[in-house]
């Protein structure tokens, strides 16, 4: 980066953050802390879900996404608009007339001590591992920019996230959610509007969209049907996107802490409820429009060179191995076939109403760009061998790269800032949300029951820095998991079906106690885990698996345990 881009990236980063400090001062108090006093109005608790949402992994590895696998990831969040209505009108009420700090208390007045804690344990392990992916995203851009070791990288990153956190609590993460969230999306449009730009005379968004789809990148509807029927393992398709990703927001938004607690900081159920609304109004086109932005990207790269592999990084030190000589192979056949597609789009416009299917590009066009990717797969196997510790697949790369080297100066230096400042904040709320159901769900009820507001308030921070330590450490074994927001919503998915299930039977099924709905929860989670591993079933799955075994189970249960009590009862008698 020039130094102007490191100038603004340096006093974005200050000024922001002296800002969430500066409106979190006089917050000293444990609801203070966590709840920011339960005094936001709708608008914030609107920016501060969908900045929590949105973290730097949204922003660096969707429209990699995109630009790998097409515009069909969007399917995921189909289900959202709908479990924001169920969510406003079933778990907000309960959670804000109970007054709780945390979803999971309500759990504890419904059926007992043990299944609140399993449910919290449930979200701190979930939610924590997370975490650690979300402090290594932002440790991608600082170690690419500066060809630090990633190790180092991660430490800063975490330390700086750690004094920022530890330091401002709910309040902050709030306030600076709101600016970087709007500032994020206008660097986002910048991107889109330079990769328009550098395209061929005569092409614009229209005919970029069209070279995009001609090569299947507007694969934004799916059905998941094959010659063989429906495929499971399909990870992104409308019915996985409504079924499933209905069950995936229904837990996290109703029943993660990181969520809850964000609309839990509204000065009135109202201010919730609406926050929530308008969430899932705005969700989908805004995730539409961040992946779009990566065809866009793609549809770029069809007339100008990109590289090889977006990680230049790893590229570097794998020319420095044995293997250099089959590397520069690959990048002269790569140079050949780039020629060829040179040769191919000369003389080819493409109008704005051109086919969105691959069957109307020229035979040969698609011949060359299937070669590519042959060559890109057989390139980064290459670079696997080279550096087995480096980062293989270049998704979250992609964007980062194009930023890098496109954007006009100073422009690069603030889209940095921000992406970096989206980790934050997210993770801000994270960190916060793992602080307070320690505090509350685990220290209170297990540890010391007398504990005073004081001493939780203190208790407060030091869990937050705990919490943090243990993200940084999760953060350095992060390497080689691909797609990073694939990454982090399969790991989601593994714990959530079990907690919504939890809630589900919470709030429906009256008569079903505290054993039947532990030991359902139990077993529905070692299932859930088993069924994960043997690769059956695409991710989304888990969670709509996950929560109607626990709500299976725990009716049998509830009718064998409940006649043992009955029994025993009767002997005692």
Same mark, same amino acid.
């Given at each position: 980066?020039?130094?102007?881009?490191?100038?603004?990236?340096?006093?974005?980063?200050?000024?922001?953050?002296?800002?969430?400090?500066? &409106? /979190? =001062?006089?917050?000293?108090?444990?609801?203070?802390?966590?709840?920011?006093?339960?005094?936001?109005?709708?608008?914030?608790?609107?920016?501060?879900?969908?900045?929590?949402?949105?973290?730097?992994?949204?922003?660096?590895?969707?429209?990699?996404?995109?630009?790998?696998?097409?515009?069909?990831?969007?399917?995921?969040?189909?289900?959202?608009?709908?479990?924001?209505?169920?969510?406003?009108?079933?778990?907000? @009420?309960?959670?804000?007339?109970?007054?709780?700090?945390?979803?999971?208390?309500?759990?504890?007045? #419904?059926?007992?001590?043990?299944?609140?804690?399993?449910?919290?344990?449930?979200?701190?392990?979930?939610?924590?591992?997370?975490?650690?992916?979300?402090?290594?995203? @932002?440790?991608?851009?600082?170690?690419?920019?500066?060809?630090?070791?990633?190790?180092?990288?991660?430490?800063?990153?975490?330390?700086?996230?750690? !004094?920022?956190?530890?330091?401002?609590?709910?309040?902050? !993460?709030?306030?600076?959610?709101?600016?970087?969230?709007?500032?994020?999306?206008?660097?986002?449009?910048?991107?889109?509007?330079?990769?328009?730009?550098?395209?061929?005379?005569?092409?614009?968004?229209?005919?970029?969209?069209?070279?995009?789809?001609?090569?299947? $990148?507007?694969?934004?509807?799916?059905?998941?049907?094959?010659?063989?029927?429906?495929?499971?393992?399909?990870?992104?398709?409308?019915?996985?996107? !409504?079924?499933?990703?209905?069950?995936?927001?229904?837990?996290?938004?109703?029943?993660?802490?990181?969520?809850?607690? #964000?609309?839990?900081?509204?000065?009135?159920? &109202?201010?919730?409820?609406?926050?929530?609304?308008?969430?899932?109004?705005?969700?989908? @086109?805004?995730?539409?429009?961040?992946?779009?932005?990566?065809?866009?990207?793609?549809?770029?790269?069809?007339? #100008?060179?990109?590289?090889?592999?977006?990680?230049?990084?790893?590229?570097?030190?794998?020319?420095?191995?044995?293997?250099?000589?089959?590397?520069?192979?690959?990048?002269? *056949?790569?140079?050949?076939?780039?020629?060829?597609?040179?040769?191919?789009?000369?003389?080819?416009?493409?109008?704005?109403?051109?086919?969105?299917?691959?069957?109307?590009?020229?035979?040969?066009?698609?011949?060359?760009?299937?070669?590519?990717?042959?060559?890109?797969?057989?390139? /980064?196997?290459?670079? &696997? &061998?080279?550096?087995? %510790?480096?980062?293989?697949?270049?998704?979250?790369?992609?964007?980062?790269?194009?930023?890098?080297?496109?954007?006009?100066?100073?422009?690069?230096?603030?889209?940095?800032? !921000?992406?970096?400042?989206?980790?934050?904040?997210?993770?801000?709320?994270?960190?916060?949300?793992?602080?307070?159901?320690?505090?509350?769900?685990?220290? =209170?009820?297990?540890?010391?029951?007398?504990?005073?507001? $004081?001493?939780?308030?203190?208790?407060?921070?030091?869990?937050?820095?705990?919490?943090?330590?243990?993200?940084?450490?999760?953060?350095?074994?992060?390497?080689?998991?691909?797609?990073?927001?694939?990454? +982090?919503?399969?790991?989601?998915?593994?714990?959530?079906?079990?907690?919504?299930?939890?809630?589900?039977?919470?709030?429906?099924? *009256?008569?079903? $106690?505290?054993?039947?709905?532990?030991?359902?929860?139990?077993?529905?989670?070692?299932?859930?885990?088993? +069924?994960?591993?043997?690769?059956?079933?695409?991710?989304?799955?888990?969670?709509?698996?996950?929560?109607?075994?626990?709500?299976?189970?725990?009716?049998?249960?509830? %009718?064998?345990?409940? =006649?043992?009590?009955?029994?025993?009862?009767?002997?005692?008698?």
């Amino acid at each position: 980066m020039a130094t102007i881009d490191w100038i603004v990236l340096v006093l974005t980063l200050a000024a922001i953050v002296a800002y969430g400090l500066h &409106k /979190s =001062r006089h917050e000293k108090s444990m609801e203070g802390y966590f709840l920011s006093s339960r005094s936001m109005p709708w608008w914030l608790v609107l920016l501060s879900i969908m900045g929590t949402q949105a973290s730097a992994i949204t922003f660096l590895s969707a429209p990699g996404q995109a630009f790998t696998d097409g515009m069909r990831f969007v399917q995921y969040y189909f289900g959202l608009p709908l479990a924001m209505i169920v969510i406003s009108a079933v778990f907000v @009420p309960i959670y804000h007339r109970l007054k709780v700090y945390t979803a999971y208390e309500y759990l504890e007045q #419904r059926f007992d001590i043990k299944t609140r804690t399993l449910s919290s344990l449930l979200f701190l392990i979930g939610r924590g591992l997370s975490t650690g992916i979300s402090i290594y995203a @932002p440790s991608i851009i600082l170690s690419s920019l500066l060809g630090w070791n990633i190790y180092l990288t991660n430490l800063v990153m975490g330390g700086l996230l750690i !004094v920022y956190t530890v330091s401002g609590g709910a309040r902050a !993460v709030a306030y600076t959610q709101q600016l970087q969230f709007l500032i994020i999306m206008a660097g986002m449009g910048v991107a889109a509007w330079v990769a328009v730009q550098g395209l061929p005379e005569g092409m614009g968004v229209a005919e970029a969209i069209a070279t995009g789809g001609n090569l299947g $990148k507007m694969n934004v509807i799916t059905s998941g049907q094959t010659d063989a029927g429906f495929d499971w393992k399909d990870r992104y398709n409308m019915w996985s996107g !409504v079924i499933g990703g209905f069950f995936l927001a229904l837990s996290y938004f109703g029943t993660d802490q990181s969520q809850v607690g #964000r609309y839990l900081t509204a000065r009135s159920m &109202k201010e919730s409820r609406i926050g929530l609304l308008m969430n899932g109004l705005v969700k989908v @086109p805004m995730q539409f429009a961040i992946l779009l932005v990566g065809v866009l990207v793609f549809a770029f790269y069809q007339f #100008r060179e990109a590289p090889l592999f977006f990680n230049q990084t790893l590229v570097a030190q794998a020319h420095q191995t044995a293997l250099r000589p089959e590397l520069e192979a690959a990048e002269a *056949r790569y140079q050949q076939l780039l020629q060829q597609r040179h040769t191919l789009r000369q003389g080819q416009p493409i109008p704005a109403g051109a086919s969105l299917q691959a069957g109307g590009v020229n035979e040969r066009l698609q011949a060359n760009y299937d070669s590519i990717q042959l060559l890109r797969s057989h390139y /980064s196997q290459l670079l &696997k &061998k080279a550096v087995p %510790a480096g980062e293989s697949n270049d998704t979250n790369y992609v964007f980062l790269y194009f930023v890098t080297s496109q954007l006009p100066k100073g422009l690069v230096g603030l889209l940095i800032a !921000v992406i970096i400042l989206a980790a934050w904040g997210s993770i801000a709320a994270a960190l916060n949300s793992l602080a307070s159901s320690t505090v509350v769900d685990i220290h =209170r009820q297990l540890i010391n029951k007398q504990c005073d507001e $004081k001493t939780s308030y203190r208790l407060s921070w030091q869990y937050t820095l705990g919490w943090g330590l243990f993200s940084i450490a999760v953060a350095m074994f992060a390497t080689n998991m691909g797609s990073l927001i694939e990454a +982090v919503n399969i790991l989601g998915s593994i714990f959530y079906g079990v907690i919504l299930g939890i809630f589900l039977v919470a709030f429906f099924i *009256r008569y079903v $106690k505290g054993d039947a709905v532990f030991w359902a929860a139990v077993i529905a989670q070692l299932a859930v885990i088993t +069924v994960y591993n043997m690769q059956i079933i695409s991710f989304l799955w888990l969670n709509v698996i996950g929560a109607a075994l626990v709500v299976a189970l725990a009716l049998p249960l509830q %009718a064998v345990l409940g =006649r043992k009590s009955a029994a025993t009862a009767s002997n005692k008698a």
